[in-house]
């Protein structure tokens, strides 16, 4: 038994990250912080319903999408064996009838994909988005873990693209964790490296880029499809500023044969603008002045995103999956399928 796994092993809480003079609480990521999400949730979500999606077969519901069988081993055929399930290949070499067998699948395979673009280092209320959903994606690991499944993640940002397939090795999880907080500190530091080089440098790259430049996003979930298999949960946890058509088809083809859950991670600014009034703004290079006090404007900002989440939520309920919303502010709901067709989540996670 390794030490990730003896419930002995003891771990400094997060708390102790504060003693630091040099961490930003709500800014910073620490591994203290994504090993405490293993007592102290940070949200509560809907748990995935597969149920089979055609007439043909029956109205029953299956707990795996897909067939949920492993191939196991080859055997002489007997009497009573299912002759679909005659290996012919065996069958010619031996000149004997040979049958496959299969054995039920035990572990669900569940994926996390980890949105660590630089829009999502942004939050007005208690903490980062990025750091929210690494919080929550760390949660994840925890309770696939717990429940005797196999965890994998695909992280991406601007710079980077890591990936871990399907494990139920602690050590290995362990790992992902690490990797996850060096990706997150990484792209923050890049984030705010006021420098006019870097200014000078990304609009040389704006420039120069094309036009229909594949994002990250949908390079990720292209991945996915050749990692994900039948009867995978896969859990989307991000802003969504880079869900475009492409992504949405992409997501729809895995939605075939895997659970999707997409948790849009959001801030309160983002819905509604602050109170009337004139505010000075910044991008960290140029200074500007902000007017909130038109009713138009505020009307057509908080349209749009409503329109977004909408469009995510639409998405997921459309396609048998669960649609979460949380905030930095840690205000949240869901809606899905656990038992009855929609339900309101509870407040996990406030006053952390």
Same mark, same amino acid.
């Given at each position: 038994?390794?030490?990730?796994?003896?419930?002995?092993?003891?771990?400094?809480?997060?708390?102790?990250?504060?003693?630091?003079?040099s961490?930003?609480?709500?800014?910073?990521?620490?591994?203290?912080?994504?090993?405490?999400?293993?007592?102290?949730?940070?949200?509560?979500?809907?748990?995935?319903?597969? %149920?089979?999606?055609?007439?043909?077969?029956?109205?029953?519901?299956?707990?795996?999408?897909?067939?949920?069988?492993?191939?196991?081993?080859?055997?002489?055929?007997?009497?009573?064996? &299912?002759?679909?399930?005659?290996?012919?290949?065996?069958?010619?070499?031996?000149?004997?009838?040979?049958?496959?067998?299969?054995?039920?699948?035990?572990?669900?395979?569940?994926?996390?994909?980890?949105?660590? %673009?630089p829009? %999502?280092?942004?939050?007005?209320?208690?903490?980062?988005?990025?750091?929210?959903?690494?919080?929550?994606? #760390?949660?994840?690991?925890?309770?696939?873990?717990? #429940?005797?499944?196999?965890?994998?993640?695909? #992280?991406?940002?601007?710079?980077?693209?890591?990936?871990?397939?399907?494990?139920?090795?602690?050590?290995?999880?362990?790992?992902?964790?690490?990797?996850?907080?060096?990706?997150?500190?990484?792209?923050?530091q890049?984030?705010?490296?006021?420098?006019?080089?870097?200014?000078?440098?990304?609009?040389?790259?704006q420039?120069?880029?094309?036009?229909?430049?594949?994002?990250?996003?949908?390079?990720t979930?292209?991945?996915?499809?050749?990692?994900?298999?039948?009867?995978?949960?896969?859990?989307?946890?991000?802003?969504?500023?880079?869900?475009?058509?492409?992504?949405?088809?992409?997501?729809?083809?895995?939605?075939?044969?895997?659970?999707?859950?997409?948790?849009?991670?959001g801030?309160?600014?983002?819905?509604?603008l602050?109170p009337?009034?004139?505010?000075?703004i910044?991008?960290?290079?140029?200074?500007?002045m902000l007017?909130?006090?038109?009713?138009? %404007?505020?009307?057509?900002?908080?349209? #749009?995103?409503?329109a977004?989440?909408?469009?995510?939520? &639409?998405?997921?309920?459309?396609?048998?999956?669960?649609?979460?919303?949380?905030?930095?502010?840690?205000?949240?709901?869901?809606?899905?399928?656990?038992?009855?067709?929609?339900?309101?989540?509870?407040?996990?996670?406030?006053?952390?």
């Amino acid at each position: 038994m390794s030490n990730w796994s003896n419930l002995s092993h003891k771990f400094e809480p997060a708390s102790k990250d504060l003693i630091d003079p040099s961490f930003r609480q709500g800014i910073d990521l620490t591994l203290n912080q994504l090993l405490e999400t293993r007592v102290k949730p940070v949200i509560q979500w809907l748990a995935p319903e597969s %149920m089979v999606k055609t007439n043909r077969v029956g109205g029953f519901r299956s707990r795996f999408k897909g067939r949920g069988m492993d191939f196991d081993e080859v055997r002489m055929y007997q009497i009573g064996d &299912d002759i679909r399930n005659i290996d012919w290949k065996v069958t010619a070499r031996t000149g004997e009838a040979h049958t496959k067998l299969f054995k039920e699948e035990k572990e669900k395979p569940v994926f996390v994909v980890l949105d660590h %673009m630089p829009s %999502m280092f942004f939050g007005t209320a208690k903490v980062f988005k990025s750091v929210l959903a690494s919080h929550i994606a #760390a949660q994840l690991m925890w309770h696939t873990l717990s #429940a005797g499944d196999r965890f994998g993640a695909l #992280a991406f940002s601007e710079q980077s693209h890591f990936e871990m397939k399907p494990s139920s090795n602690r050590r290995n999880c362990m790992r992902l964790l690490n990797k996850i907080v060096e990706s997150h500190e990484s792209t923050l530091q890049q984030c705010f490296a006021i420098t006019s080089k870097k200014l000078e440098n990304d609009s040389i790259n704006q420039q120069s880029a094309p036009l229909q430049q594949e994002n990250k996003l949908q390079k990720t979930l292209k991945r996915l499809r050749y990692l994900a298999k039948p009867g995978s949960v896969i859990h989307l946890i991000s802003d969504f500023n880079q869900f475009d058509e492409s992504c949405e088809r992409l997501l729809s083809q895995l939605s075939q044969h895997a659970d999707i859950h997409c948790v849009l991670v959001g801030d309160p600014i983002e819905a509604d603008l602050p109170p009337e009034g004139i505010y000075g703004i910044t991008n960290g290079f140029e200074n500007g002045m902000l007017n909130t006090g038109q009713k138009s %404007m505020r009307a057509n900002y908080s349209n #749009a995103y409503q329109a977004k989440s909408d469009r995510i939520k &639409d998405f997921a309920i459309s396609h048998r999956g669960i649609f979460t919303f949380v905030d930095t502010s840690y205000r949240q709901f869901a809606h899905g399928h656990s038992g009855s067709n929609q339900k309101a989540s509870s407040k996990a996670g406030r006053g952390r």
